[in-house]
């Protein structure tokens, strides 16, 4: 695979693949907040219109109404993984910014050349991008930049993103920014700088309980 198509996917694998580690909980200090990045609210309202961008795109980019179904059952998660990605892009940008790496928008547009000549277009690379990580067309530049930091950082510490180096930079980065996640979203793994899901043993309890009243 192209380097810099793989650099591109690698931290779209790294979401699906993080180990569930739970450390913080988040908590109600925050209403209307559905995370806090070093002390700067992701409000609900913010994540539910990044999420919208996304199922706007699905619409249009499929007509179909039973391939629309199949693609909005493959992103079920959509919510979480957007809003992972937003306080992602925040940790990564810290741990950038402490390491002195920068992104110029040069960079940026020519990353996105050469991905769109691979996809045989602007609009096979938005596609693409949109099936595949939920990315709306109109966030793609701000993904792009994403990747393009996590492959300089990567390279500031002299190794790649698969390496501990990369994640320990980025676990640091969150520890900084005291990430905390509304407890409806899961928790933020320090560790691997991830979200994950919450336990609600409740859930099950409730569902058993409720079966043996109309048994």
């Known amino acids: 695979?192209?380097?810099?198509?793989?650099?591109?996917?690698?931290?779209?694998?790294?979401?699906?693949?993080?180990?569930?580690?739970?450390?913080?909980?988040?908590?109600?200090?925050?209403?209307?907040?559905?995370?806090?990045?070093?002390?700067q609210r992701i409000t609900v309202s913010q994540l539910e219109n990044r999420v919208t961008e996304v199922r706007d795109a699905q619409r249009a980019a499929v007509t179909d109404e039973t391939q629309y179904k199949q693609a909005i059952a493959k992103t079920g998660t959509l919510t979480r993984d957007v809003l992972h990605g937003?306080?992602?892009?925040?940790?990564?940008?810290?741990?950038?910014?402490?390491?002195?790496?920068?992104?110029?928008?040069?960079?940026?547009?020519?990353?996105?050349?050469?991905?769109?000549?691979?996809?045989?277009?602007?609009?096979?690379?938005?596609?693409?991008?949109?099936?595949?990580?939920?990315?709306?067309?109109?966030?793609?530049d701000e993904n792009l930049r994403l990747q393009l930091e996590a492959q300089k950082l990567a390279g500031k510490l002299g190794t790649d993103t698969s390496d501990p180096a990369f994640w320990n930079a980025l676990s640091k980065a969150s520890k900084q920014l005291h990430v905390?996640?509304?407890?409806?979203?899961?928790?933020?793994?320090?560790?691997?700088?991830?979200?994950?899901?919450?336990?609600?043993?409740?859930?099950r309890e409730v569902t058993t309980a409720g079966s043996k009243q109309s048994a």
């Open 86 to 140: 937003m306080v992602l892009d925040r940790v990564l940008h810290r741990a950038a910014a402490d390491a002195g790496v920068t992104v110029t928008r040069k960079e940026v547009q020519e990353l996105r050349s050469g991905l769109e000549e691979q996809a045989g277009g602007a609009k096979g690379l938005e596609t693409a991008w949109l099936q595949q990580y939920g990315i709306a067309p109109e966030r793609l």
């Open 180 to 203: 905390d996640l509304n407890p409806r979203y899961g928790t933020w793994d320090v560790t691997k700088s991830t979200r994950v899901d919450a336990k609600t043993p409740w859930v």
């Open 1 to 39: 695979m192209h380097r810099r198509r793989r650099t591109a996917l690698v931290l779209s694998a790294a979401l699906a693949a993080a180990a569930p580690l739970l450390t913080a909980c988040g908590n109600d200090a925050h209403p209307g907040a559905a995370a806090v990045v070093g002390g």
